[in-house]
């Protein structure tokens, strides 16, 4: 048992956190909300340099070839620098999926993509059946989607699209109208079954290590916030009421950690229990960022409740994301059926 | 290119880097299987015939809980990470979550010692002399002798430091030298003495330097309950059983050797101890999992017979899994910290709140599935399991330092928020 990151891990988080703190100001997320496509292809190149795009890419297709564990910090950062790119549904859910996925023209599907989504230069969506709408469809070259049990690799071409608005600025997301043919089967009947089911147990974790560095950021601007705010003459992080919010967010987080980067190492490892592990992780993190967002606009008061101020860039992401791919209470009921399915504890 | 350097360099490092793991040793294991045989083999029993043990608040279940805390320490296993020479087997802190975990998984009786075992021992070990390291280590891990705390005063709870409890230099002198070798004369009263009622010695805070800032000026004593001058008063409690006391002191003569620490030092020696209580040692995270554990139990059993009732409460039984796993988690997270040189600082403060709330939360979630059944007392006469655990949750949020206290520490110490 040693539960704690290496120090490359740690050093990795770093390098990413430099480049975010000089190029991901809260002026840049701005920037990049009010764009037409969302994000900075800049910055996105910048990640490919890093090798952070290709983090879980085999090294044969020039990537590193890295796990979840390895990537859980960089998520988690992500979520910190409010990054509007997509990192967390190209490294954590789109490579993945082609990478494991098998049947026909699998192999030339590899070869096609995951060099290109390594170096920066091709960038994937992905859409279950479930969703109202594919974040990130337009500014996709390869979209994955589900349909009927199945699923699908689209060009991004062959699509007909309608972008929708949304609260959360990097979200972008997009109807997508398309035709399953048999060129674009990823994966069908039970491949397909076993390939969504880890997408979703990725995309739980993968959501929840974002959602970590969204209520780390939320609550350390608050904490800045009430030092320097001053009502009846003194700081309002004097007041009790104002330590308590602050000490029952940081509390929800401290205790969230964990559990998702649990989850990271049980995916990685192939854990029997990483659903569960997946879920619990999702639940926790939703909570606490959602709780940390509610947190952060009573401590700001009114000035948080204007575009003005940046506390909403990261409130909004906080709302999203605790949505996306199941909410807290989904994921509990989830937790709860596979220990009660399993007939024991 | 700079990044490219970095990544050859960090996939250098990568053949030698220690790797996150999350299973156990093969050392562990045989460990784990080793104290599981021994409790399987010896907790009190039904089957056996020789249990479940009585309340320890009762004078009958104080003396069996006594008892099997000496059948422990008879094979070694009453205090696993203490050194050899004290009774122990020397072992990490991993070890040490392990056996917990298996003491609560055999439904192993509550540890009577655990004020002295728990609280105490870590203040001994890193304050005491020698030679008191030698008189009372043993007797404490072997339950001869069972230990309370003297925190509380009715004028000082929370605001702690106000501890109006005093002891002065026998004789009435308050000139070190003239009495240096003679001893204090203790007098005032603490109150919510857990295991008070029963037990033998007293450990805590009195006001050694009156003209000194509240947190100087205190000094950190043991005394002896039957000593000449001490009086208990057992306070019922909410259990309706004598789980705490009042310890009023008259004229009570402590010699110099039983102060612990440097005099007038002992809100810092005390703090060492408080942080044991909130942090890692007082409640290990197996308390709560098997808590939860049982909780699924009870969840399955009434979905079974009534499923849109048991619905009803299901999202506060999946959260209360949820946490105390969590919990179980962060514990892990950070004993490896521990082990790899960290500290445990103003952050166990978080721990407290987060124990505490989680085990009302499982007891909570229980009492909403037994429904009015909840309040009804067994046969025999006592609250049922989950209503004495309930009781007995309720109190965690405020005993170890109130979890408002708790709040404030995170909030000024961790997050950094001004004091006034």
């Known amino acids: 048992m040693h539960f704690a990151f290496d120090e490359n891990q740690l050093e990795f988080r770093s390098q990413l956190r430099a ?39 085999p090294e044969n297709y020039d990537g590193l070839g890295l796990g979840l564990v390895d990537l859980v910090l960089l998520l988690e950062e992500a979520g910190r620098s409010g990054l509007p790119e997509p990192l967390l549904e190209t490294t954590a859910l789109a490579v993945p999926v082609l990478r494991d996925a098998g049947g026909a023209g699998a192999e030339q599907r590899r070869a096609r993509w995951l060099g290109a989504i390594a170096a920066g230069d091709a960038v994937v969506a992905v859409g279950t059946a479930s969703m109202p709408a594919v974040p990130g469809a337009g500014r996709a070259d390869l979209l994955l989607l589900e349909r009927g049990g199945e699923l699908h690799a689209v060009e991004a071409a062959a699509t007909r699209q309608t972008a929708r608005r949304s609260l959360d600025g990097s979200r972008r997301p997009a109807e997508v109208a398309w035709e399953p043919a048999p060129a674009t089967l990823l994966a069908s009947g039970g491949d397909a ?21 969204v209520a780390d950021r939320l609550i350390t601007m608050t904490a800045a916030y009430a030092v320097e705010r001053v009502q009846f003459g003194r700081p309002i992080g004097s007041f009790q009421a104002v330590k308590h919010h602050l000490a029952n967010a940081l509390i929800r987080l401290e205790f969230a ?6 989850s990271a190492w049980s995916l990685d490892h192939g854990d029997p229990e990483a659903s569960r592990h997946a879920s619990m992780a999702k639940a926790l993190a939703a909570d606490a960022a959602t709780g940390a967002a509610r947190m952060a606009l009573q401590v700001h008061g009114a000035i948080g409740y204007t575009e003005e101020h940046d506390v909403q860039l990261w409130m909004k992401r906080a709302w999203s994301l605790a949505a996306a791919w199941g909410d807290a209470p989904t994921h509990r009921a989830r937790v709860l059926e596979r220990i009660l399915g399993a007939g024991g504890h | 290119m700079e990044w490219d350097s970095i990544v050859a360099e960090y996939l250098a490092v990568c053949q030698i880097r220690r790797a996150m793991d999350l299973l156990f040793t093969d050392a562990q294991d045989e460990f784990r299987h080793q104290v599981r045989r021994w409790l399987e083999a010896n907790v009190p029993s039904e089957a056996r015939g020789t249990g479940p043990l009585r309340s320890l608040d009762t004078a009958e279940g104080f003396e069996a809980h006594r008892l099997w805390e000496r059948t422990m320490y008879d094979a070694r296993w009453s205090v696993v990470s203490w050194p050899a020479e004290f009774g122990g087997r020397g072992v990490g802190l991993m070890e040490w979550l392990i056996f917990e975990e298996e003491y609560y998984r055999a439904a ?7 004020n002295g075992i728990f609280l ?15 008189r009372f280590l043993p007797s404490m891990a072997s339950g001869e002798v069972i230990w309370c705390q003297g925190w509380s005063e009715p004028d000082a709870g929370s605001d702690l430091a106000g501890i109006r409890s005093r002891a002065e230099r026998a004789g009435g002198s308050a000139g070190a030298d003239a009495s240096a070798s ?46 000449p001058g001490v009086t208990v008063r057992p306070i019922a409690q909410l259990d309706g059983e004598t789980g705490f006391a009042e310890v009023f002191f008259e004229d009570v003569s402590v010699p110099e050797n039983q102060v612990l620490g440097t005099v007038d030092q002992g809100w810092s020696v005390a703090m060492a101890t ?30 079974e017979r009534d499923p849109v009732a048991a619905r009803r409460v299901a999202d506060a039984v999946a959260r209360a899994v949820i946490d105390a796993e969590a ?4 514990t892990y997270w950070t004993a490896t910290r521990v082990l790899d040189g960290g500290s445990v600082g103003p952050e166990a403060s978080m721990n407290k709140v987060f124990w505490s709330e989680t085990d009302l939360a499982i007891y909570e979630a229980a009492l909403a599935l037994l429904g009015e059944e909840a309040e009804l007392f067994g046969a025999d006469g006592h609250p049922s399991s989950w209503l004495d655990g309930f009781l007995f949750a309720l109190a965690g949020p405020i005993y170890a330092g109130t979890n408002e206290i708790q709040r404030n520490v995170v909030a000024e110490r961790v997050l950094g928020l001004p004091r006034v």
């Open chain 1, 19 to 57: 480049l975010t703190d000089k190029s991901c100001t809260p002026a840049d997320i701005r920037e990049a909300w009010a764009s037409e496509r969302g994000w900075s292809p800049s910055r996105w190149a910048a990640l490919a340099e890093m090798g952070v795009l290709g983090l879980t890419v």
């Open chain 1, 193 to 213: 079954v076993g390939v969504l089911a880890s997408l979703a147990d990725r995309a739980a974790m993968g959501t929840g290590a974002v959602l970590l560095g």
């Open chain 1, 257 to 262: 950690r964990p559990a998702v980067y649990r």
């Open chain 2, 108 to 114: 192993a009786p509550t540890r009577v010692s655990q």
């Open chain 2, 120 to 134: 105490l021992a870590p203040t001994l070990f890193e304050f005491g002399t020698p030679e008191q390291q030698a």
């Open chain 2, 182 to 227: 003679g001893g204090w004369v203790l007098n005032g009263q603490k109150t919510w003495c857990s295991r008070g009622a029963f037990a033998h010695w007293l450990f805590g805070l009195f006001r050694t330097d009156p003209a000194a800032q509240k947190h100087r000026g205190l000094t950190y004593f043991l005394v002896p309950m039957d000593a």
């Open chain 2, 274 to 303: 408080a942080g044991s209580e909130r942090g890692l040692s007082l409640r290990s995270p197996a308390r709560y999992t098997e808590a939860a554990g049982r909780l699924l139990s009870l969840y399955r059993q009434r979905a």
């Open chain 2, 327 to 330: 919990y179980k988690l962060h």
